[in-house]
């Protein structure tokens, strides 16, 4: 086959019938939302779309999507139009994204957050898809990005990106071939993502019954006086939360102080409950902050629950403390009496008992979700002896350790079929893989 350097900008060398382009040569750009002033909002309206609400399917998530008034989606229809294989670009926040829109036909209105790219006669449309997901176009967005805290392109920058068009019948081909392709690699992908699934199920299923129902199977039981608990070992107690834990409440320091701000003391926020154990945060605070503000420290091994925010919708965090840490008011630490409790323990079977705590979320107002101090305090929880918690403790770490092992080698193996994925794109778009 032979080869012409006409691609110096990207380093790349293409077949002689192939061309590098500008974006606009082949395609339509178009901002939905040239103005940038958001649309008024309409609990009756249409959806109003960025690129989270758009699936990979091109189908239209509409449950996470805001609603605006018929005007916004006319204005835009008087614009332009949404055709089949029409493609979404995100230009604001998480960049690139490519989708084709499949509306079903209903009536939406586009985010400013994103591009309508419409191809023209001598562009394949599934080509297109393709050739913005590559690496060549991800590497000109990530040179010309602004915006430090939010990245973001323009849209002449998007029409100038210069990008590999072979002749149209190449492009079908490609297209076809790619298409083939990745289809294999994302159901081999989407497997595995079912089996990391069922892992994680099985490893909370581990841990429910260990902390309901014991180690033995064979020990005699009794009624806990609890439906959703139903029968206990004899030997355990089932107690409130409130008569084994003390609660303390968070705070924020003046943001206006800066000698509260930058110092050694975690301050914990939801945003940093991602992990089992705490001991560092994003932000921290002085020891004039303790001194001078509402906020107090938190004993090392203190249970931290996140109490108010829109991720209690999805998860209650529940960690425990490494070290001395404050929280902030959308948090609750938990200091519990170890006579009664191990700390590690009560993590285990908070976070175990995840759908049942989740039956004393509230909504407030303006729809954040909220648990309740008093309900929280009245949950009532299976315990067994400190001994016999210390063995369940034991059992479970072994347990996920060994399913967690799993987990990583799942995910391994999606990341490199990923990594397939892009190299064959790649190779595909810049006439490396002969697929005539």
Not at 94 to 112: C, D, I, Y
Not at 157 to 178: A, D, V
Not at 289 to 315: D, E, F, Q, W, Y
Not at 366 to 371: E, I
Request: hydrophobic share 40%.
């Amino acid at each position: 086959m032979q080869l012409a350097d006409v691609t110096k900008d990207l380093s790349i060398e293409l077949p002689v019938d192939w061309v590098i382009a500008p974006v606009d040569a082949y395609c339509n750009v178009i901002d939905p939302q040239p103005d940038h002033r958001a649309p008024a909002l309409d609990p009756n309206g249409f959806p109003y779309i960025g690129i989270r609400e758009v699936n990979k399917d091109g189908t239209v998530n509409e449950t996470s999507a805001r609603m605006v008034s018929e005007k916004a989606v006319l204005k835009q229809e008087k614009a332009f139009t949404i055709e089949p294989r029409d493609i979404v670009f995100c230009k604001i926040g998480t960049l690139g994204q490519p989708r084709h829109l499949n509306l079903e036909g209903k009536r939406v209105a586009l985010s400013s957050t994103l591009v309508l790219i419409k191809a023209k006669k001598k562009c394949c449309e599934r080509y297109l898809k393709h050739i913005l997901d590559s690496d060549y176009m991800n590497s000109q967005i990530y040179r010309v990005i602004t915006g430090a805290t939010r990245p973001a392109l323009g849209i002449q920058q998007i029409r100038k990106f210069r990008l590999p068009f072979p002749p149209l019948h190449i492009q079908k081909s490609i297209s076809s071939f790619l298409d083939k392709k990745i289809t294999q690699i994302d159901e081999a992908i989407s497997i595995k993502e079912k089996q990391i699934a069922l892992l994680k199920e099985r490893k909370q299923i581990v841990i429910q019954n260990a902390v309901t129902q014991g180690l033995n199977p064979d020990v005699p039981m009794k009624d806990s006086g609890v439906d959703w608990i139903g029968e206990v070992p004899s030997r355990w107690s089932v107690r409130k939360l409130k008569y084994f834990t003390r609660f303390m409440g968070g705070g924020t320091p003046s943001k206006e102080n800066m000698d509260y701000w930058g110092g050694d003391i975690p301050w914990v926020s939801p945003k940093d409950m991602k992990f089992d154990v705490i001991e560092t945060s994003i932000d921290s605070i002085t020891d004039l902050a303790v001194k001078k503000s509402s906020v107090k420290l938190v004993p090392t091994n203190s249970i931290l629950i996140v109490v108010r925010g829109m991720i209690l919708a999805r998860k209650i965090p529940v960690s425990i403390t490494a070290k001395k840490v404050t929280i902030n008011q959308d948090m609750k630490a938990l200091i519990v009496n170890e006579n009664v409790c191990v700390p590690l323990f009560l993590r285990l079977i908070l976070d175990g008992l995840h759908e049942e705590l989740s039956t004393f979320l509230e909504e407030s107002g303006h729809g954040t979700k909220t648990l309740p101090t008093e309900k929280l305090g009245g949950f009532l929880l299976p315990l067994p002896p400190i001994s016999e918690q210390n063995k369940i403790l034991e059992f479970v770490a072994k347990q996920s350790n060994t399913i967690e092992k799993t987990i990583k080698i799942q995910e391994s193996q999606i990341d490199k079929l990923k990594e397939y994925k892009a190299t064959l794109i790649n190779s595909a778009v810049t006439g490396k893989i002969k697929v005539l």
